[in-house]
């Protein structure tokens, strides 16, 4: 069966089966008529239908009498931060993000920089359902198109120039950093950056090609090579990115992975340590973000507050809570300073700065940090609908009074337990978090169980 996934992560799917050029046109169709037409930055990451499907975005919009700006291959966060600061309506990148090859997808951006929210998720089908009742448009192509070469350099400024980024501390240190950019619309940009901080940079798989010589999502069991390389070049850190490069996984000076959810514990600490002491701004994370982001914040008298999983739904909270730093688990830091949009070159400059203000390694750092073990699962639900599955694990569970905001999650005092349908996939996701791996493999094991019984 083809598989097309919509929602507030944008519409991606398996290219032809399910994800093709009749899709790609009727989103955009609607996404610019929802959006006036006007100004529409379009992007794209590395893979190699990426061009192909861009190709068709940009005739779409300029039938539609759009002024298209094209930045090509870069980063999500580049797109993003090019919408605000060029005053577009709106913006359309062509990125499967983490997902393998043979996947593709439209992310859509409003005019704040921002993906669209519920709302406009919802007004954007409804644009689409009338460009599928009207027929597509054959115009002409009207609209002009202008390639900003100087994306990525801007991106580079904006980040140089955040007050938490100390540049000046990070070139006296002169860290070693090895990068693995998977190939992907990172392999430019964050060299470039960490380059102009004064790190001595290694690069692993920076061609910008799309060969992604190991599977995308930059979890521990995907990054060996660039463990390898931090361990043989005696490097002071390793950083690996996404092919959208909007997360950042951090390796330790022995070669050992963080995990991603201490990317954003690392970000925020740094935050923390430079706050005025009357600074209360509150931090903002996701449902499946570790516990050690509260422990942390507790540390230093600040709230962390949670939203469903999703960019937008951290970011709209940011937004309302004039948050002092955001993110999600994945690997995602967001800075308003900057933009509300994960970004790796910030989560970068952010741990790079860290370093050099302490003194310390990054295991150094890392040791000194609150400590949970979490586990990360899924089931295949394709053929069922989640929504059942998760309701009825609610209905047994309600005298355990579980968080129902974002699927069903279940909190003790020293650990918790999500399930959530994925915004990306046809699964469910399962996060469990404990004092050690035994506990939190425990809680994967014994709800994953409960689930298969629900199916």
């Given at each position: 069966?083809?598989?097309?996934?919509?929602?507030?992560?944008?519409?991606?799917?398996?290219?032809?089966?399910?994800?093709?050029?009749?899709?790609?046109?009727?989103?955009?169709q609607a996404f610019a008529q929802l959006m006036d037409k006007g100004r529409i930055i379009i992007a794209q990451d590395s893979r190699p239908?990426?061009?192909?499907?861009?190709?068709?975005?940009?005739?779409?919009?300029?039938?539609?009498?759009?002024?298209?700006?094209?930045?090509?291959?870069?980063?999500?966060?580049?797109?993003?931060?090019?919408?605000?600061?060029?005053?577009?309506?709106?913006?359309?990148?062509?990125?499967?993000?983490?997902?393998?090859?043979?996947?593709?997808?439209?992310?859509?951006?409003?005019?704040?920089?921002?993906?669209?929210?519920?709302?406009?998720?919802?007004?954007?089908?409804?644009?689409?359902?009338?460009?599928?009742?009207?027929?597509?448009?054959?115009?002409?192509?009207?609209?002009?198109?202008?390639?900003?070469?100087?994306?990525?350099?801007?991106?580079?400024?904006?980040?140089?120039?955040?007050?938490?980024?100390?540049?000046?501390?990070?070139?006296?240190?002169?860290?070693?950093?090895?990068?693995?950019?998977?190939?992907?619309?990172?392999?430019?940009?964050?060299?470039?950056?960490?380059?102009?901080?004064?790190?001595?940079?290694?690069?692993?798989?920076?061609?910008?090609?799309?060969?992604?010589?190991?599977?995308?999502?930059?979890?521990?069991?995907?990054?060996?090579?660039?463990?390898?390389?931090?361990?043989?070049?005696?490097?002071?850190?390793?950083?690996?990115?996404?092919p959208d490069a909007d997360r950042l996984a951090v390796i330790d000076e022995f070669g050992n992975p963080l995990v991603e959810e201490y990317?954003?514990?690392?970000?925020?600490?740094?935050?923390?340590?430079?706050?005025?002491?009357?600074?209360?701004?509150?931090?903002?994370?996701?449902?499946?973000?570790?516990?050690?982001?509260?422990?942390?914040?507790?540390?230093?008298?600040?709230?962390?507050?949670?939203?469903?999983?999703?960019?937008?739904?951290?970011?709209?909270?940011?937004?309302?809570?004039?948050?002092?730093?955001?993110?999600?688990?994945?690997?995602?830091?967001?800075?308003?300073?900057?933009?509300?949009?994960?970004?790796?070159?910030v989560a970068s400059g952010l741990i790079l700065s860290l370093m050099a203000e302490t003194g310390q390694s990054i295991r150094e750092i890392?040791?000194?940090?609150?400590?949970?073990?979490?586990?990360?699962?899924?089931?295949?639900?394709?053929?069922?609908?989640?929504?059942?599955?998760?309701?009825?694990?609610?209905?047994?569970?309600?005298?355990?009074?579980?968080?129902?905001?974002?699927?069903?999650?279940?909190?003790?005092?020293?650990?918790?337990?999500?399930?959530?349908?994925?915004?990306?996939?046809?699964?469910?996701?399962?996060?469990?978090?404990?004092?050690?791996?035994?506990?939190?493999?425990?809680?994967?094991?014994?709800?994953?169980?409960?689930?298969?019984?629900?199916?």
């Open positions: 069966m083809p598989i097309l996934i919509s929602g507030i992560s944008g519409v991606r799917g398996i290219i032809n089966d399910g994800f093709d050029t009749d899709v790609v046109k009727v989103y955009t239908s990426g061009e192909m499907f861009k190709g068709v975005v940009e005739l779409v919009l300029r039938r539609m009498g759009c002024e298209v700006i094209d930045c090509g291959i870069c980063p999500t966060p580049t797109a993003q931060l090019m919408v605000k600061d060029l005053n577009a309506k709106g913006g359309i990148i062509v990125t499967a993000s983490h997902n393998p090859i043979e996947w593709n997808a439209l992310k859509f951006v409003g005019a704040e920089g921002l993906f669209l929210d519920s709302e406009e998720h919802k007004q954007l089908q409804l644009e689409l359902s009338k460009v599928r009742e009207t027929g597509q448009t054959q115009a002409e192509p009207s609209g002009e198109v202008t390639l900003l070469d100087e994306r990525i350099e801007r991106h580079i400024e904006n980040v140089l120039a955040l007050d938490l980024v100390n540049v000046d501390a990070i070139q006296s240190l002169k860290p070693k950093v090895v990068i693995d950019a998977i190939n992907g619309a990172g392999s430019e940009a964050l060299p470039l950056f960490l380059e102009r901080i004064g790190c001595e940079v290694i690069r692993l798989n920076c061609d910008n090609d799309g060969n992604f010589v190991h599977t995308p999502e930059p979890l521990p069991e995907n990054l060996r090579g660039l463990s390898n390389e931090v361990r043989r070049k005696n490097a002071d850190i390793g950083i690996a990115t996404d990317t954003l514990v690392l970000a925020a600490y740094h935050a923390l340590r430079n706050a005025a002491e009357d600074d209360t701004r509150p931090i903002v994370t996701n449902l499946s973000t570790t516990m050690a982001l509260d422990e942390l914040a507790e540390r230093y008298g600040r709230k962390v507050l949670r939203t469903p999983v999703g960019e937008i739904h951290v970011a709209r909270k940011m937004q309302q809570q004039d948050s002092l730093i955001g993110g999600e688990g994945n690997g995602g830091v967001i800075l308003a300073e900057s933009h509300l949009g994960r970004d790796s070159l890392a040791s000194d940090l609150p400590r949970y073990e979490m586990v990360k699962d899924k089931i295949n639900v394709q053929g069922y609908q989640p929504a059942d599955i998760l309701n009825a694990l609610a209905e047994k569970y309600a005298s355990l009074t579980p968080n129902l905001e974002d699927g069903v999650k279940i909190t003790w005092k020293d650990r918790w337990v999500h399930f959530r349908a994925s915004n990306t996939e046809p699964i469910v996701r399962i996060f469990a978090e404990g004092s050690s791996q035994t506990v939190a493999a425990s809680l994967v094991k014994e709800f994953k169980t409960e689930i298969q019984n629900l199916m």
